[in-house]
């Protein structure tokens, strides 16, 4: 049986910012998406004669771009929000962790399902969740994230985190929080076998994910790399995210967090981490050689008062680096596109000062700076033919954008755009600023019993 012919969208009269290696830009442009993928993109109007147009798009007034790549998220945190805000990283963690080692099955569910559907619907076609909390009897969080991921529509990476060192060990969280060593490894291995897809455009992906310096040992670092590197996935957790840490790490180890990192065998192409807020010249310079890439989260570095990431510092030397929401018990909205303005203008108070960062950098972060982060950019990250159909349709012709010539600065420096259609694979994620799969106001009940639900467990102790 002769293959059925590719299925095609065109999108037309938009502005298009590609973001491709010489970040091509068209004032006025096509696209034309053929099944998944991208089959052309350029000036003018779309070629004449295209076969199978099933839907034709006038985006008159909007700017086209690369879908957003979340590099560094918590989704357990989406049922805990507004919580403990007035405390630097350490404080908040003891406050929270006793209530988020009482999470289970339908929490999590509940709480992957409301962290996706506001990244969905902010224009993320790319997420990721860097779960680490498994308490006893808890069920499958591992897979009702995924399903959650799935039910959504939007591409996914499961960073599955562990924590083995609990208070009786010098760490923050419980003792009854935290996994064994074996028992974290052996879960670990047994997610990657379950669901990593390593194909081209896959949908679903595993990374291996020790929390942090202090809430993990030495030997689940150690023996952490070396399972990931078995098994041909990426590695990532948090680094250098407060001055706390640093002490943490000079007390306990004798070294700096990335002096300490690359011991364990946790710098490489194949590794990127969370934050890196306190990084001097020799920490920029290691990542640049290993290739070691960054999720730079500037809300909940500012929410949490950790710092201001050298980001200018990091693109200059040649460091991969993509944004991250972080959890939304640290970033309330848990929207990306927020961080696209948010880098912007934080790096902005740092020494670079008004020359640290631009929109078009801003955009690139959080588009193909994402994909490079997550292994991805020959598949995503820019608009080019055969690359992955993963793109949204903002609309920027509004009150909020409308006497903003530039659409690019329009959409970074202006409010949070409206997204008029959202493609992941080529298939509609969100059209006129509603999510396709999810009943949103369904949604924002059960996530809101479950939060109350999580609370009153919490607080009977």
Known sequence: MAPSAAQRIVIENCAIATVDANDTEYASGYLVVADNTIESVGAGNA??????????????????????????HHFYQWITRGLATDHNLFNWLVALYPTWSRIDEPMVSAA?????????????????????VYPK?????????????????????????SMDRSEKDGGLP???????????????????KKHHDASFGAMTQVAVAPCSPFSISTELLRQGAELARRLGVRMHTHGSETVEEEKFCHELFGMGPTDYFESTGWLGEDVWMAH????????????????????????????????????????A???????????????????LHTELRNALLI????????????????????????????????EIGSLEPGKLADLVLWNLDTLAHSSIADPVTALVFGAAA??????????????????LHIDEDALARTTRAEARRLARIAAEG
């Open 47 to 72: 070629p004449e004669g295209l076969e199978n147009v099933v839907r034709r798009i006038d985006g008159t007034g909007h700017l086209a771009t690369p879908g957003l790549v979340n590099t560094h």
């Open 112 to 132: 992957a399902r409301g962290s996706l559907a506001m990244m969905a619907r902010g224009g993320v076609t790319t997420a990721m969740d860097h779960h680490y």
């Open 137 to 161: 009897g808890s069920g499958d969080l591992s897979g009702a994230i995924i399903r959650a991921a799935s039910e959504t529509g939007v591409r996914f990476t499961l960073a599955r985190g």
């Open 174 to 192: 419980p003792d009854f929080a935290v996994e064994t060593l074996e028992g974290a490894l052996a879960a670990t291995e047994e997610t990657v």
């Open 276 to 315: 890196c807020v306190h990084m001097n010249d020799s920490d920029i310079a290691a990542f640049a050689r290993t290739k070691t890439g960054v999720a730079h989260c500037p809300s909940s570095n500012a929410r949490l008062a950790a710092g201001i990431a050298r980001v200018p510092d990091m693109l």
């Open 317 to 335: 030397a040649g460091v991969p680096v993509g944004l991250g929401v972080d959890g939304t018990a640290s970033n309330e909205s848990g929207e």
């Open 347 to 378: 790096n902005r108070l740092g020494a670079h000062r008004e020359a640290a960062l631009n929109a078009r950098q801003a955009l690139r972060l959080g588009t193909h700076g994402g994909a490079q982060v997550l292994g991805r950019a020959t």
């Open 418 to 435: 409206p997204v008029t259609l959202s493609l992941v694979n080529g298939r509609p994620v969100v059209e006129h600023g509603r999510l």
